[in-house]
């Protein structure tokens, strides 16, 4: 499976592209690609580990999980695509529609899963948290 590496090569290069870009939204493009080379790494390793996770969505041979535990996955996704779908709009300059992020509850017991979703939300998280304190509204 591809690693998402042309995706983020790709997005290096686009951001390179605006170092010969003149014009008034210059300034602030270039601190928009600043922030973005600061934070690919971070994505990345999001997006790497959003791959691990899709093995147990689409419940691969080992990765099978009990119903319970399908659920709060089906929730968590739905609330982390959110948060990142409202990063997405502020990095973009669009106005952040607030809406109300459900609480999960605690994850039912999940093994190996549980250490990755930790490691997912926590990273998202912290993602989230540079991404708005960049962009202050």
Do not use: C
């Not at 992020?101 to 912290?126: A, C, N, R």
């Amino acid at each position: 499976m591809e690693s998402g590496g042309g995706l983020f090569l790709a997005s290096a290069e686009v951001a390179d592209g605006v170092l010969f870009e003149f014009g008034r939204s210059r300034h602030h493009d270039l601190l928009l690609r600043d922030q973005i080379r600061e934070w690919q790494p971070q994505l990345r390793t999001l997006f790497l580990l959003r791959i691990a996770a899709w093995k147990y969505r689409v419940q691969l041979p080992g990765f099978e999980l009990p119903e319970a535990v399908q659920s709060w996955q089906r929730l968590y996704d739905e609330r982390s695509s959110d948060i990142l779908n409202d990063l997405a709009d502020g990095v973009e300059g669009k106005p952040v529609q607030p809406h109300a992020i459900p609480e999960l509850g605690p994850m039912p017991d999940s093994g190996s899963f549980g250490t990755l979703f930790g490691k997912i939300d926590s990273l998202t998280t912290s993602v989230a948290e540079s991404i708005a304190a960049a962009n202050p509204r």
